[in-house]
């Protein structure tokens, strides 16, 4: 059975505090994602990685840092977290090898809920 | 300002009722694609329209992409309690295929 798996499902911080939500999909999958879910707003993209090493920001970067050292592992990192950082967090991976021609499904796991006090 | 408006946002009905949901955009995107989200987990993907007008179906659910590739719709049949959750579209950039806009999800919940 696939699987995305996220270190944490409830995380509560202070704020200033440095913050690791870690990330793990043992699907050989290229591609992987953050994402943070808010009510009202949907799922909104932080950063993602299609490579080993690699990054790019996404939406709403700001805040945050990523590290992909190894290919199934995928980090977020809040330096120094702020209250307006709680939220829940959702990883994703996809893979760049689609069938057909649709685009790639991204598989989540099942979200850490970070609590900045 | 969300790319994808997602409407009803939420929507509460009887078992047995049908219902459409409604995903539309300014923007033409490559891919359109239904995630479902049960509480206390990740969105799984229902479906992948690729095709202005492309209509699938699976079980009790129809999707449609629109003939732009603007927007489309979810419609369900005979709801059943098990339907319930958070509806999220999630629209495909060309040329980068990685790059999706999430809509703001509609809540369902089917009473039975």
């Known amino acids: 059975d696939v699987k995305v798996t996220q270190s944490s499902r409830y995380l509560v911080k202070r704020t200033g505090e440095k913050v690791f939500l870690e990330c793990v999909q043992d699907?050989?999958?290229?591609?992987m994602f953050w994402y943070r879910q808010d009510p009202g707003l949907g799922l909104r993209l932080i950063y993602f990685?299609?490579?080993?090493?690699?990054?790019e920001k996404g939406d709403i970067p700001e805040g945050y840092s990523v590290s992909r050292e190894k290919k199934e592992r995928f980090s977020l990192i809040l330096e120094s977290a702020s209250t307006n950082q709680t939220s829940m967090y959702l990883c994703?991976?996809?893979?760049?090898?689609?069938?057909?021609?649709?685009?790639?499904?991204?598989?989540f796991g099942e979200g850490s809920r970070l609590t900045v006090l | 300002t969300q790319l994808l408006e997602q409407s009803p946002q939420f929507l509460s009905i009887q078992e047995g009722e049908n219902l459409t949901v409604y995903c539309n955009s300014s923007?033409?995107?490559?891919?359109l694609q239904w995630y479902r989200q049960e509480p206390g987990e990740g969105p799984v993907l229902l479906v992948t329209?690729?095709?202005?007008?492309e209509v699938k179906k699976l079980k009790r659910l129809t999707f449609q992409f629109g003939d732009a590739r603007k927007d489309s719709s979810l419609h369900i049949t005979a709801a059943q309690p098990g339907d319930t959750g958070l509806y999220l579209c999630?629209?495909?950039?060309?040329?980068?295929?990685?790059?999706?806009?999430f809509g703001s999800g509609t809540k369902l919940n089917v009473k039975p």
């Open positions: 994703a991976s996809s893979s760049n090898h689609i069938q057909g021609s649709a685009t790639g499904e991204l598989f």
């Open positions: 699907m050989d999958h290229e591609n």
């Open positions: 990685s299609y490579d080993v090493k690699m990054k």
């Open positions: 923007s033409v995107f490559s891919s």
């Open positions: 329209v690729v095709t202005g007008g």
């Open positions: 999630a629209g495909g950039v060309r040329h980068n295929f990685n790059k999706f806009y």
